[in-house]
């Protein structure tokens, strides 16, 4: 059983920035590639960004380029995604996610987090 566990979600003003984190077991960690989705209100589940499981390769989607970075904290089996010039479309429910191989990191693995919150303000 693979297990992800989110934190850092919260309430924020335009322009601002937050520090989203996903911890995991040492085997998942070390194993998978590690992604972030995220879920706005009456829309569907897409993705924002992926990371091998060397460290060595990401992946970011368009809307989020250039404002949002993924990385990994190998001592602490933890995956973040430090995300600044925070926007109100980035408002979204944020999932993490595993998969096999970072060449399909875009379609979603089988196993996904709870989630956080990131709300962001006008």
Not at 39 to 66: C, H, L, M, N, W
Request: charged share 15%; proline share 2%; net charge positive.
């Amino acid at each position: 059983q693979v297990q992800l566990v989110e934190s850092g979600g919260g309430l924020v003003q335009a322009g601002g920035s937050l520090r989203l984190s996903c911890a995991t077991s040492r085997r998942t960690y070390s194993s998978y590639a590690l992604a972030w989705f995220r879920q706005a209100p009456g829309k569907e589940r897409e993705f924002v960004a992926g990371i091998s499981a060397s460290g060595g390769s990401t992946d970011y989607a368009d809307s989020v380029k250039g404002r949002f970075t993924i990385s990994r904290d190998n001592p602490k089996n933890t995956m973040c995604l430090q995300m600044n010039s925070l926007i109100p479309e980035d408002t979204a429910v944020y999932y993490c996610n595993t998969n096999v191989l970072m060449s399909l990191i875009r379609k979603g693995g089988r196993y996904w987090g709870q989630g956080t919150q990131v709300t962001v303000s006008s």
